[in-house]
């Protein structure tokens, strides 16, 4: 069976259920009347003060993305900076790569480095940021994402890299008077790689469904 360019899972940016955020937010058609969320002023921004508010939140969350970038690069130099990176998720966060899915914060880093320490460096870029507001306190993510990952300790020009789609969704969490936005679900899509992946990919024990378990089959 041939694999699809983009796999079809459950997200709302997700092709096609993205195809609805695009005729919404960014091409209306003649006519559409944009639905009114009265609980969520991020949803639908009306007053000046909303649409600061919106670019404001926006924002905090791209910075959340640039972070999970980098702090994933620098667990190159040292590991422990894993618990960070793994900090950016909710308690309860899922997250989905290629070789599996880890349920939950515990676990989280040492399970990621499983994955990571084969390579000496890495570089995590991603772009084309859409980022929509379901409520005041959950958004959801997608980027174009490629990742160079270097296969060899002395010779930069010998890497592994891949690219495709991250699909997030975000939860705000409240600590006292401050809020944090922190990945509640993270699904990555490969659509290409190049190079030799060292068994990036590979299934491994323990863990649960991966990437598989999310794709919608036909009926």
């Given at each position: 069976?041939?694999?699809?360019?983009?796999?079809?899972?459950?997200?709302?940016?997700?092709?096609?259920?993205?195809?609805?955020?695009?005729?919404?937010?960014?091409?209306p058609?003649?006519?559409?009347?944009?639905?009114?969320?009265p609980?969520?002023?991020?949803?639908?921004?009306?007053t000046?003060?909303?649409?600061?508010?919106?670019?404001?939140?926006?924002?905090?969350?791209?910075?959340?993305?640039?972070?999970?970038?980098?702090?994933?690069?620098?667990?190159?130099?040292?590991?422990?900076?894993?618990?960070?990176?793994?900090?950016?998720f909710?308690?309860?966060?899922?997250?989905?790569?290629?070789?599996?899915?880890?349920?939950?914060?515990?676990?989280?880093?040492?399970?990621?480095?499983?994955?990571?320490?084969?390579?000496?460096?890495?570089?995590?870029?991603?772009?084309?940021?859409?980022?929509?507001?379901?409520?005041?306190?959950?958004?959801?993510?997608?980027?174009?994402?490629?990742?160079?990952?270097?296969?060899?300790?002395?010779?930069?020009?010998?890497?592994?890299?891949?690219?495709?789609?991250?699909?997030?969704?975000?939860?705000?969490?409240?600590?006292?008077?401050?809020?944090?936005?922190?990945?509640?679900?993270?699904?990555?899509?490969?659509?290409w790689?190049?190079?030799?992946?060292?068994?990036?990919?590979?299934?491994?024990?323990?863990?649960?469904?991966?990437?598989?378990?999310?794709?919608?089959?036909?009926?």
């Open positions: 069976m041939t694999r699809p360019a983009l796999l079809p899972f459950d997200h709302p940016l997700v092709f096609p259920n993205s195809l609805q955020h695009q005729s919404v937010a960014v091409n058609q003649p006519g559409y009347s944009k639905p009114v969320s609980t969520s002023s991020l949803v639908s921004p009306k000046v003060e909303d649409k600061i508010s919106y670019l404001y939140e926006h924002q905090r969350i791209i910075d959340l993305l640039n972070e999970y970038c980098y702090t994933l690069d620098a667990t190159s130099v040292d590991t422990s900076i894993s618990e960070i990176w793994s900090s950016l909710t308690e309860d966060g899922e997250a989905t790569y290629p070789f599996g899915t880890h349920k939950g914060r515990k676990g989280l880093a040492e399970w990621g480095m499983t994955a990571e320490t084969r390579f000496y460096r890495m570089q995590h870029l991603q772009s084309n940021f859409t980022v929509t507001f379901e409520s005041n306190d959950v958004a959801h993510g997608r980027t174009a994402c490629i990742c160079t990952h270097g296969s060899d300790e002395n010779d930069l020009s010998k890497h592994f890299m891949v690219g495709g789609y991250y699909y997030f969704t975000f939860r705000r969490v409240h600590d006292g008077s401050e809020n944090y936005w922190k990945i509640s679900r993270l699904i990555l899509d490969t659509n790689e190049s190079g030799a992946s060292l068994g990036l990919f590979e299934k491994r024990e323990g863990n649960h469904e991966g990437l598989d378990h999310h794709v919608k089959r036909p009926a």
